[in-house]
C-alpha cells in the first residue's frame, strides 16, 4: 500500500529524469522541474461539475449540429441543403464507402461516444463509485477513452466545409444554415471537455472514493 502511494506521488522529468514529489496544484497552474525548468505537470481539468456542464451543453449540441442543415446551395434556381450525416451517406452511395465511413466515425459516432462516455463517468464518480458494479464500469470507460479521442476529429469536418465554401464560392450562392452555428459551437464544446479532461485525474477517484 505504501509503494503504491508512493508511486503516485512523484514524477519523473522527461527531460532530465529528475525525480519530484508531486504536490497539489490550484486549477490552471503548472509545476516546473526545478533543475531543468521544464514542464513535469499540471492541472487542465476543471471541476467535475465543469465537465458536466460541458457534456450537457455538448450533448444539446449535438443532433441539431448533424441532423440540421449545415450548408444551403441557391444554384440556377434550386436549392439543396446538406447535413453532416447526409454528407457521409452519399459520399457512401457514391462508391467511396470508405470515406463515408471515415466521415460517419470521426464526425458523427466518435464524438456522441466521447460526450455520453464522458458524461457516464462523471455520474457514476457523483453518485455511484461506491457500487462495484458501475466501478467495474467506470474502469471499462476509462480504458476505452484513449480511443474515442483519437477517432474524433471535428476539426477535419470543419476544415473539409471551409474548403468546400472556399470553392464553391464561384460558382453558387452559399447560406449557412442552423447546422452550422450548433456543429460550430459542438466543436468548441469538445475541444473545452477534452481540454479539460485529464485520465489521470480520472483514475484516481477510484482510489478515493472506494
Known sequence: MDTEV????????????LV?????????????????????YDTPY???????????SALILYFPANFFPVLEL????????????EGA???????????????????VVAPGLLILSVLMQILIVKYLLHNPFFRRIYKLL???QPLLSQLTMLEIYMISIFVSVFQLSDYT??????????????FIMVIFLQREYHIEH???LLDEKP
Open 6 to 17: 508512493l508511486d503516485k506521488s512523484i514524477v519523473l522529468c522527461h527531460s532530465c529524469d
Open 20 to 40: 519530484v514529489r508531486k504536490r497539489a496544484l490550484p486549477s490552471g497552474v503548472r509545476a516546473l522541474c526545478p533543475r531543468c525548468h521544464s514542464n513535469l
Open 46 to 56: 476543471c471541476s467535475i461539475n465543469g465537465m458536466l456542464a460541458l457534456c450537457l
Open 74 to 85: 441557391h444554384f440556377l434556381g434550386s436549392i439543396r441543403t446538406t447535413t453532416i450525416f
Open 89 to 107: 451517406m452519399s459520399v457512401a452511395n457514391q462508391g467511396y464507402w470508405v470515406v463515408g465511413a471515415a466521415v460517419l466515425i470521426a464526425a
Open 142 to 144: 476509462l480504458c476505452q
Open 173 to 186: 450562392d452559399l447560406y449557412f444554415g442552423i447546422g452550422t452555428f450548433c456543429f460550430t459551437m459542438l
Open 202 to 204: 480520472m483514475w484516481s
